[in-house]
């Protein structure tokens, strides 16, 4: 059963990829296009209790997620922000930053944060279709370029 912060950001809806310790997922409110959780799946909320498993696997999903954002959205920076203060499994947001607004299936995404700490309350929520459409694209994308 996933734990209680993978189902908040609305696991398995969300879900972009699984490893055996790690889920990536959608951000439901998006502050930037392409916004991400990446949740530990371990019982833990202290991130030096996670296994030496998880932390290997974290090598590869960090590698993973921003080869992902960079062919998707081609941001500028990548803020990895540890908020676990709401929500207190392992978890990471993963903020692509960009100057300017990025457009996708019919939205505007501007980055209103930059080039200072991302805006986390200016997102545009997704409705739960657009939600499942863009885990979807991106998902696929997880695939194709774990492939190469």
């Not at 998707?72 to 207190?88: A, Q, S």
């Not at 990025?102 to 986390?120: C, K, V, Y």
Request: glycine share 6%; proline share 8%.
């Amino acid at each position: 059963m996933p734990n209680p912060t993978a189902l908040k950001f609305a696991w398995p809806r969300s879900r972009i990829a699984e490893t055996a310790c790690w889920t990536v997922q959608l951000r439901p409110k998006q502050p930037t296009l392409g916004s991400l959780v990446v949740i530990c799946k371990e019982p833990v909320t202290a991130f030096s209790a996670i296994s030496a498993r998880a932390f290997a696997e974290l090598a590869e999903v960090t590698q993973g997620v921003e080869r992902l954002l960079a062919g998707f959205n081609g941001y500028e920076r990548i803020n990895w922000l540890m908020l676990m203060m709401v929500d207190p499994d392992v978890h990471f947001h993963v903020i692509p930053r960009y100057a300017g607004t990025r457009e996708h299936a019919g939205l505007s995404f501007p980055d209103a944060g930059w080039p200072n700490p991302p805006a986390l309350a200016e997102a545009v929520s997704l409705s739960d279709a657009q939600l499942e459409a863009l885990s979807v694209e991106l998902s696929a994308r997880w695939s194709g370029a774990e492939a190469r």
